[in-house]
């Protein structure tokens, strides 16, 4: 079998749970409104997710705190800040292995497969049938009774590569030769990346060195809230979503009655990708201002961003860090919309740059009204502050409970290829 059919034909990470204690990695002040992220102790290619025991419905919890060890793909490293597994150059703990030597690491795949690094570029091994698993400290393959022998040097049959392995068409009708897709029986289609600076040749059935950058796919949500067939989840990404108080779903779509909310916990102590943004139906039922329809922050810590709404006006704002006083810089914009018991559309767009917006009435189909930009000072971080708690909806300890309906929520994270927040709305 080929190569890269035994390095990258498991698209999944293995996870494993471990104790806490023994780590030494997760503590109390780490996790904050049930989840957080540490550097493992003893690997740049692995990390720790600190996770709280889930709370229920009425909020009990007996404060047990899990330490899930985490590998990151292959060829990539953990960077702490991003709170994400990075290239090579972008990890904060990466060593330089790759710069000037060559580099062997152990695939996190297979226990006989391995993978090169030099000079910025990667290419995968596998070990030969003499000395089957790949020995991670003495960086060589030695015999094991107990790997089995996957790996096979000659040239994989056409007949089975065309069946299996595909070449990558984008939504957009594109071909990507940076990615392949793996059919294989009763799954379904895993799409790989092919190591930095190759495209996928489907003539040899591997991903071989090549030219020019690879195409930029048309950005999905990396996180869409549904409320459908009495169910409420996020159906981009399956994160789970706690629920506060009696939020129900009706007519397809999520009732916050003032004393409810929903918690995202994912979006607990993380650095939002740039540029992001955020997509969101509402229909406020009450005469209030500036109720708090999206934030982060939970009940914590103060929103590092936000969307409130009522009485025909709604805001959007995100909180930014002075790079030499370390001082919240808040940045907010607002304009006038329709008034309640009408459904509304709205989107919140921050590149680093700027945050604009823009909103439209969805029942009289008005037209957009753009929400006036705001530029970031030169002084300022072009991040949104991490902040502690998780994404709400419906809710800030800050802010006024939402009353009303929301449908249909959307967060894209380092979202490239869509610059304006008008063209989010059909997106």
């Known amino acids: 079998m080929n190569n890269l059919r035994i390095a990258f034909v498991i698209l999944a990470c293995l996870t494993v749970e471990i104790n806490s204690a023994a780590i030494t990695a997760c503590n109390r002040k780490d996790v904050m409104n049930g989840v957080g992220y540490k550097a493992h102790p003893n690997s740049c290619r692995k990390y720790i997710q600190c996770k709280e025991a889930d709370s229920s419905n009425d909020n009990t919890n007996d404060g047990t705190i899990t330490a899930i060890e985490k590998d990151c793909p292959d060829s990539l490293f953990w960077n702490q800040k991003l709170k994400n597994c990075v290239r090579f150059h972008d990890s904060d703990c990466y060593n330089g ?61 056409k007949r089975e590569c065309s069946d299996i392995y595909k070449v990558h068409v984008m939504d957009s009708g594109i071909v990507n030769p940076c990615k392949y897709e793996v ?24 991903c071989l060195g090549a030219t020019g950058p690879c195409p930029q796919e048309v950005c999905k949500p990396d996180f869409k809230i549904t409320f459908e067939d009495n169910q409420i989840k996020d159906v981009a990404s399956n994160n789970w979503i706690a629920r506060y108080g009696q939020v129900s ?88 919309t329709s008034g309640i018991n009408t459904w509304k559309e709205v ?33 300022v971080e072009r991040r949104i502050k991490a902040v502690g708690g998780a994404l709400q909806i419906g809710y800030s300890h800050l802010g006024n409970y939402f009353i009303g309906r929301v449908d249909d929520v959307n967060v894209w994270i380092a979202c490239k290829t869509i610059t304006s927040p008008d063209l989010f709305l059909n997106n």
């Open 97 to 157: 292995e790759c710069d000037t030597v060559t580099y062997l690491f152990e695939s996190t795949s297979s226990c006989g497969a391995y993978f090169i690094c030099t000079n910025d570029s990667v290419t995968t091994g596998c070990c030969p049938q003499s000395a089957t698993a790949f020995d991670a400290f003495r960086k060589e393959c030695v015999f094991s009774s107990t790997c089995e022998y996957k790996c096979n040097t000659n040239t994989t049959d």
């Open 183 to 206: 059919h294989e029986a009763n799954h379904k289609p895993k799409i790989m990346s092919c190591a930095a600076g190759t495209h996928y040749d489907a003539e040899k059935c591997d």
């Open 249 to 336: 779903v009706v007519n397809g779509s999520g009732d916050f009655n003032g004393n409810s909310r929903l918690a995202v916990v994912r979006f607990s102590n993380v650095d939002f990708g740039l540029p992001m943004a955020i997509k969101l139906r509402y229909l406020d039922t009450a005469s209030q201002d500036d109720m708090t329809v999206l934030s982060t922050g939970g009940d914590i810590d103060s929103p590092g961003l936000y969307i409130r709404a009522g009485n025909g006006r709604v805001t959007i704002g995100v909180v930014a860090v002075d790079r030499d006083t370390n001082d919240e810089v808040p940045l907010s914009s607002s304009t006038t």
């Open 347 to 379: 989107v919140l767009y921050y590149n680093g740059f700027s945050l604009s917006g823009v909103v439209r009435p969805v029942d009289t189909f008005g037209r957009n009204q753009p929400i006036p930009p705001v530029s970031v000072p030169d002084n």
